[in-house]
């Protein structure tokens, strides 16, 4: 018959059998500098990181429902829009023109506004003057990202 203790010693020797590869790997890891980062971080930054993820997700997903303005793919649109108008009106009366050059102005600023952009054309100026402050926001715009020119690059597909 067999007596308790060699059942007890029996299962702890086939436990310590089992438990010494991954005591033997964890130590080496351990001694290797593995688990440095991990222990480093406490478990409660390891909850909290997620969680704060989380949060400014949500608040960023809020921001996106409740924006305030017109979006700026609208922008870039009206001032392509406008600067096509602006081009092909030879024909037109001298007030159209000037309002054209108004509205095309007005999404300039606005735009610029928008992406804390300096610029000049709040000011009183007219003519050459305001042309070349134009011309440089325009290019400073191009050079953030908004397309304004309706002019194939080259590379570029339509």
């Known amino acids: 018959m067999v007596q308790p203790v060699q059942i007890t010693l029996g299962v702890l020797a086939m436990l310590i059998i089992a438990a010494l590869p991954l005591l033997i790997m964890v ?59 602006i081009r092909h009106s030879e024909h037109a009366s001298a007030t159209q023109q000037a309002a054209l050059r108004q509205a095309y102005d007005r999404v300039l600023i606005e735009t610029c506004a928008m992406l804390d952009l300096p610029h000049h054309l709040d000011l009183p100026t007219e003519g050459l003057e305001r042309d070349i402050e134009r011309l440089r926001v325009e290019a400073m715009l191009e050079g953030h990202g908004i397309v304004i020119s309706n002019i194939r690059r080259h590379g570029q597909n339509a």
């Open 27 to 85: 130590g080496f890891d351990a001694l290797i500098g593995r688990y440095d980062e991990t222990l480093r971080e406490s478990g409660i930054q390891r909850i909290s990181q997620p969680l704060k993820e989380r949060r400014e997700h949500r608040r960023n997903v809020r921001a996106l429902k409740h924006q305030v303005g017109v979006p700026i793919e609208r922008l870039g649109a009206d001032l392509r829009r406008l600067r096509e108008l």
